[in-house]
């Protein structure tokens, strides 16, 4: 969950290196640094974010920066507390050799004593630093070379990485590497970059090889990049493919924040992923499933592993495959399903939900699924990710980068992929007749058009909402049915960006226990549109009334008898009910964006958290 770029080439490294530091900064933002080798390793690091590192650097200005080869990192802390000791890169004793590194090496103490026998000594509290003096170690005491010296390490390594490696010596050579961590190569003219995701380069070549699992790579400046296996140095032939990424896409364009940005953004995104699935007879096409159409079609249970907002998207997607096509849906937190030896069965479809496609959990999970024998299908936004590269087939969700940690596109497209997957099933099962399946494909069809609706009718309302409600250090979210999840996703959204404690529960649970904390003090959001369980909505409602608490309530334009109850209401356009999560999320967001701004809060940066979560 770190961010790793690095430059070989003839051009100025440092500012290719703080750019591309600055796109990955939403991979972990707690310290970074860089080094260049102007003749000699220059490196600085620091505490903080990547201003800070360019603060520091402009102080220490005394030294020359100016460079064609360099690499840099931006961290969240695994092992050892961020400050400026245990920030990357980290170099070797000799301070000839020098690393950056995403992931954990797991065995890191064993090696570190073996080095402290062999004299070695330490400075930080990472595996790292660790790691880089055992190649240094290897390399010495094997007299190879750095690439070699790597690979041997690697080989001895347990854990998960990207590393980039330099030496002083052969300033125009970079060996990368990967296991378990994301790492890609941008192949330019005369120039080499390297990135834990293409964003840092996307400027200057849409060329991008990325390592698979248990690949290193040698980077020499004017010669072909040479790729091999870790376990056993077999040469690999690369595979370069072309990207279609815009920069537009990765920038502001004009708000203050990617998370605002991004809400704004999802009219299009769910435009994006519908198209060429849903199509203008109001029919669905899903090729991910129609290749595999047998083992849908026999499939005797569905299990969904995600972690975070995608698990709540599965939710939603338990709910709406049971309705329409009635397979029984099981959702697994991934990081629960991969250690509990699950019982699976080689009929299972097991569909793994991730916007990055990297996170540990689901990965791993994805994993023990395929050895046990289940086919496995993808939901991921980020084309060409681990999890996407595993799947025996899957659909993207097309929504863009999705850059503020707060996810929010990422969640309604992939509502809308799982609603087109339940859609497409449901009538090809014949647990769907034709005519309700039209029906709601048209309906579906709609969905962009209301999403951009309920931004319009909510936009203002939810900042006077945010202003009265921006002090409170708890909240509660209230949903039934389909809502239930959105209940969730409302609570985390509010909590990961405001810091504020908030639960979300079914909303007929409360009088099981939690009602107990409901007093004068106790906001309650209610997610409450009119189709679903709304006249049981409105009786815990009124349980809540009785108790003083306040209510915030979702519901559908026009209605009555929860806005008299409401302390507050958010309207959100008419819409069947198996659709309405998609809009009734978006004042969620909204509520929580704008809470959080006004508690001063880095809102596309929380605190404590990264994108990317590539560590379990
Ligand atoms: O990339 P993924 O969808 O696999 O990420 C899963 C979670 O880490 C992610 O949804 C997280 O909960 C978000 N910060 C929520 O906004």
């Not at 990192?73 to 400050?83: C, E, I, L, S």
């Not at 980290?90 to 090696?111: D, F």
Request: with cysteine; glycine share 8%; net charge negative.
């Amino acid at each position: 969950m770190c961010g790793i770029v690095g430059y070989i080439g003839n051009k100025n490294a440092y500012p290719i290196i703080i750019n591309g530091l600055k796109r990955l900064e939403y991979r972990g933002y707690d310290s970074a640094g860089f080094i260049v080798n102007a003749g000699k390793f220059v490196h600085t690091k620091t505490k903080g974010k990547v201003s800070d590192l360019e603060e520091k650097a402009s102080e220490e200005a005394s030294q020359s920066i100016e460079s064609c080869y360099g690499m840099g990192h931006t961290r969240w802390a695994t092992h050892g507390v961020p400050n400026n000791v245990n920030s990357h890169p980290h170099l070797s004793n000799s301070g000839k050799i020098a690393i950056v590194h995403n992931g954990i090496i797991e065995n890191y103490l064993s090696i570190k004593r073996r080095l402290q026998q062999e004299g070695f000594t330490f400075h930080s509290d990472t595996d790292t630093e660790v790691l880089v003096n055992f190649i240094e170690f290897l390399k010495d005491k094997e007299q190879v070379p750095l690439e070699t010296a790597v690979r041997y390490a690697l080989n001895e390594v347990i854990g998960a990485y990207a590393i980039a490696v330099m030496e002083e010596a052969n300033p125009t050579k970079m060996v990368v590497a990967r296991l378990g961590s994301p790492l890609v190569v941008g192949i330019g003219e005369g120039e080499f970059f390297i990135a834990s995701d293409a964003s840092p380069f996307i400027e200057y070549t849409q060329n991008a090889l990325y390592l698979e699992d248990g690949e290193m790579a040698v980077i020499k400046l004017n010669q072909p990049i040479d790729v091999r296996k870790i376990h056993n140095n077999e040469e690999v032939t690369p595979s370069v493919q072309e990207l279609k990424l815009s920069l537009d896409a990765i920038e502001k364009g004009g708000y203050e924040h990617f998370m605002i940005k991004e809400i704004f953004e999802q009219p299009q995104s769910i435009q994006d992923t519908m198209r060429g699935r849903l199509l203008e007879d109001f029919s669905t096409k899903l090729s991910g499933i129609e290749n595999n159409l047998k083992q849908f079609l026999s499939a005797e249970r569905i299990i969904i592993v995600a972690c975070g907002t995608s698990w709540h998207a599965g939710q939603v997607g338990e709910y709406l495959l049971e309705e329409l096509a009635r397979i029984p849906v099981e959702v697994e937190y991934a990081s629960e399903f991969r250690y509990r030896n699950p019982v699976i069965h080689p009929g299972d479809i097991v569909i793994a939900i991730s916007q990055s496609g990297e996170t540990a959990d689901t990965l791993a999970a994805l994993k023990l699924a395929k050895e046990k024998g289940a086919f496995i299908y993808g939901i991921c936004n980020v084309v060409g990710s681990s999890i996407a590269r595993l799947t025996d087939s899957g659909t993207y969700t097309h929504a863009g980068p999705e850059i503020g940690v707060a996810s929010t596109k990422a969640f309604t497209t992939q509502l809308t992929v799982l609603t087109l997957l339940a859609l497409h099933l449901g009538y090809r099962k014949g647990t769907l007749d034709h005519h309700s399946y039209k029906k709601l494909c048209q309906q579906l069809s709609h969905i962009p058009e209301l999403v951009a609706q309920t931004l319009e009718m909510t936009k203002d309302k939810v900042i006077e909402i945010a202003q009265e409600y921006k002090d409170v250090n708890n909240c509660i979210y209230l949903g039934r049915g389909l809502n239930f999840p959105v209940a969730l996703e409302g609570a985390l959204k509010l909590k990961e960006i405001s810091y504020i404690h908030a639960e979300g529960y079914p909303a007929a649970e409360m009088k099981h226990g939690p009602i107990a904390l409901i007093d004068e003090n106790m906001p309650v959001v209610f997610l409450a549109p009119s189709k679903g369980h709304y006249e049981k909505v409105v009786s815990n409602a009124q349980e809540i009334k009785a108790r003083k608490g306040k209510i915030i309530a979702i519901v559908t334009q026009g209605d009555k008898q929860m806005t008299d109850i409401a302390d507050h209401s958010l309207e959100i356009p008419e819409v069947d009910e198996l659709f309405s999560p998609i809009l009734s999320v978006i004042p969620l967001q909204l509520l929580s964006y704008h809470i959080a701004i006004m508690r001063g809060c880095n809102v596309d940066q929380p605190r404590n958290l990264a994108k990317s979560v590539t560590v379990e």
